[in-house]
């Protein structure tokens, strides 16, 4: 298996620019989480989806922020419009299962390095 | 609000040494603690995972502890190696929603 992956890997854009990212979990994992690293701040989770379902996007920062799951294999986060305090690293993670009980590992990709100039 | 500490931020061991990584979060009604490695540039990789019913778990050289009731839990890394150098995170699975939180992480040198 190929593992989560994630394109861009770096992005350089302006402020103002729209910025889509993208997601393709491991097959057959039915959740999908996303997650902003800064140095600040650390590793928060922004949203997570269930079956395509989104479920807790409790920590997307504002209404620029916004994510789709059109199918098991897809995902994407877009910000419009980008701004400066934007750049991170953000990272997709997929797992079998996302529940209160569960034990599934997630699995992380190797991030794409957002620069808003 | 769940928070996760890690303390020191960073450390620097020569090689060989066994030595312990600490993690404390606030509160203690969690589901699983786990314990991820995050390479310079690169995405993390869970190490190893602690339902809230356990006290251990172990996987080679590496065994973390859970101690709930204290908010508390280790890593132990025995005989460290330069390999081992890297950001290892502690993370707490909580409510039923289903949240990793993590902690900034110990940014581990190990030196030749």
């Known amino acids: 298996d190929a593992g989560v992956i994630q394109s861009p890997r770096h992005e350089v854009t302006e402020m103002g620019q729209e910025v889509t990212l993208r997601c393709k979990p491991i097959s057959g994992h039915n959740s999908l989480f996303w997650y902003r690293q800064t140095m600040m701040r650390g590793l928060e989770l922004l949203i997570y989806f269930n079956n395509n379902v989104p479920i807790d996007d409790s920590g997307m920062p504002e209404d620029r922020f916004s994510a789709k799951m059109p199918n098991a294999s897809f995902s994407t986060l877009k910000i419009q419009p980008s701004e400066p305090r934007d750049s991170a690293v953000y990272f997709c993670?997929?797992?079998?299962?996302?529940?209160?009980?569960?034990?599934?590992?997630?699995?992380f990709g190797p991030g794409t390095r957002l620069t808003v100039l | 609000k769940q928070e996760v500490t890690q303390i020191p931020a960073a450390l620097s061991v020569p090689e060989g040494e066994n030595l312990v990584l600490n993690c404390s979060f606030t509160?203690?009604?969690?589901?699983?603690l786990q314990w991820f490695r995050q390479d310079p540039g690169k995405g993390l990789t869970s190490l190893l995972l602690?339902?809230?019913?356990?006290r251990e778990q172990t996987s080679g050289r590496l065994n973390a502890s859970l101690d709930k009731s204290s908010g508390r839990s280790t890593l132990y890394i025995a005989a460290s190696q330069p390999g081992d150098s890297a950001t290892y995170l502690c993370?707490?699975?909580?409510?039923?929603?289903?949240?990793?939180?993590f902690g900034k992480g110990i940014t581990l040198s190990v030196r030749p």
């Open positions: 509160d203690s009604a969690i589901y699983n």
């Open positions: 993370a707490v699975w909580v409510g039923a929603n289903s949240k990793l939180t």
């Open positions: 602690i339902q809230s019913s356990q």
């Open positions: 993670a997929s797992s079998f299962r996302a529940s209160g009980t569960s034990t599934d590992t997630q699995y």
